[in-house]
């Protein structure tokens, strides 16, 4: 019906509007994507660097960048599921790809992400580390994560309209998953007999591969193995994603 | 051109409606609380090109569920739709409107979903806002417009988009008198231009004066389709 280049245009003013109403009557706006993740960190550094300490180097770069990935992902999931809550009422009226809602939520999350990343740069030129080219790879990352987490936006999404609980439930497994990976603490301090489970979870393995690219120290995440199996999972994420979302989502004007 | 062969539509209607999963699980136990309600029933419509066809019925009777399916917001539960060409939708009262935009914002929005890009909307704002009258409102936002600025406003931009095909549900009753009369110039203009109207509306008077064929919708099924006056007589003769 639209015209391909259309959707293009037409996620974007969803994504941008969406950003409208969302700041709308908030003095800080914008700033407070930026600020939320900042603040955890603030919090999170005085405890742990102040009450109890880590053995780890660079702890502030390795803490905030563990921040602001984990932070993405759990953005993108969850707003996803209040975008199409929200845009109901259009859903309802007219006819266009659905998915397109949940691509536009990852826009502004992904916007915030980039914006997180170069107050990590700030941090990073003054914490006197230093950049090698390698650290390039860090987009092969985001980008494995960016797929992993539109595919789990989706098969959230494809569900909520019919399992209101999935937005509950999901919030959950973000608080659950934000202690079950090593955000604010070393992989060291854990017995090794756990170590495979924690890195079941492949944004663990996003995080840490991150991590060993721009502030080391280890390579054991930036081998080719540990990336293979980043992508399967995130690919066949993003494919069940993507199926069940095109199967369920023609009821949506029904359920939402 | 449109044809909807044995279409029919069919929605659960649950004695009480389980939105969780607590509540699922619940009521797997229970016996089934829902019946199956037809909104429609084996539809077969044909609309040519060029057509203005009027849609009547009283409440209830499957005339927006039969628009929403052409439009392809429902799926029909059975039955096949076929539609060659564009299609825009002006469905209800706010028509997807976002109350927290600014009139501008959402012709915008609204332009995009119907399928313009930002330069086809560009072009055609001044046009909008000027048939829609709302040239001191369009910085104001949406939620704070009457509701017939705001059907003015989608009817304008859903008459901009110049698709082959347009829907119409019952809405220019909100309307003042001015808006109407503008309403239906355009409509002689559509019908000149060989553009496709389906029109559901309750004012029998329009129908009659616009409408090149009319279905009669009863309980989900179409009892008779013909010439207005026929159809009009027919349906009128029910009412006592």
């Known amino acids: 019906m639209l015209q391909r280049q259309n959707y293009i245009y037409l996620t974007l003013i969803i994504a941008i509007t969406d950003f409208k109403i969302k700041y709308d009557n908030s003095i800080l706006g914008y700033f407070w994507s930026l600020l939320k993740p900042l603040l955890m960190f603030g919090t999170l550094y005085l405890v742990f660097s102040v009450f109890v300490r880590w053995n780890v180097e660079n702890y502030r770069l390795y803490l905030l960048l563990g921040i602001i990935l984990w932070n993405f992902l759990s953005e993108v999931t969850l707003n996803s599921m209040v975008l199409l809550q929200s845009k109901a009422s259009i859903l309802k009226k007219v006819y266009f790809p659905r998915w397109i809602v949940v691509i536009a939520s990852s826009l502004t999350s992904l916007l915030s992400l980039l914006l997180n990343m170069i107050v990590f740069f700030i941090f990073f030129i003054f914490s006197g580390a230093h950049f090698k080219v390698s650290g390039l790879y860090l987009f092969v990352y985001l980008a494995e994560l960016y797929v992993l987490v539109l595919g789990l936006a989706l098969l959230l999404c494809s569900l909520f309209p019919k399992f209101r609980d999935i937005h509950h439930i999901w919030e959950v497994f973000v608080q659950l998953g934000f202690w079950a990976t090593p955000i604010i603490y070393p992989i060291s301090i854990v017995p090794a007999k756990y170590h495979k489970l924690i890195f079941l979870n492949p944004a663990a393995r996003i995080i840490q591969g991150c991590r060993e690219v721009l502030i080391g120290p280890g390579s054991e995440f930036l081998s080719l193995t540990n990336h293979i199996i980043i992508i399967t999972f995130a690919a066949s994420l993003f494919v069940a994603g993507l199926l069940m979302f095109n199967k369920l989502s023609r009821s949506f004007a029904e359920d939402l | ?240």
């Open chain 2, 1 to 240: 051109m449109i044809i909807l062969e044995q279409v029919s539509k069919m929605f659960r209607l649950p004695h009480d409606k389980k939105w969780t999963l607590r509540q699922r699980f619940v009521g797997i136990l229970q016996k089934k609380t829902y019946e199956d309600f037809y909104a429609l029933r084996d539809i077969n419509l044909k609309v040519n090109q060029g057509e203005f066809l009027g849609i009547i019925g009283k409440n209830g009777s499957g005339k927006s569920t039969l628009l929403k399916l052409i439009a392809k917001v429902l799926e029909p539960t059975s039955g096949k739709i076929t539609v060659n060409g564009n299609v825009s939708p002006f469905l209800e009262l706010g028509i997807g409107f976002q109350g927290d935009l600014t009139v501008r914002d959402n012709i915008f929005l609204y332009g995009a979903l119907l399928g313009l890009s930002r330069d086809e909307i560009r072009n055609r704002y001044d046009w909008i806002i000027d048939f829609s009258g709302l040239e001191r409102f369009v910085d104001a936002k949406l939620k704070n417009l009457s509701s017939g600025m705001q059907v003015r406003l989608g009817f304008s931009i859903t008459v901009s988009v110049e698709s082959p095909i347009l829907l119409v549900d019952e809405v220019l009753a909100v309307g003042d008198i001015d808006f109407q009369h503008k309403c239906y110039d355009c409509f002689e203009s559509f019908k000149k231009n060989g553009r496709t109207i389906v029109f559901v509306s309750h004012d029998l008077n329009a129908v009659e004066k616009f409408c090149d064929r009319v279905v009669l919708l009863e309980e989900g099924k179409a009892i008779t389709e013909g010439c207005p006056l026929d159809v009009l007589t027919l349906y009128k003769s029910q009412e006592k």
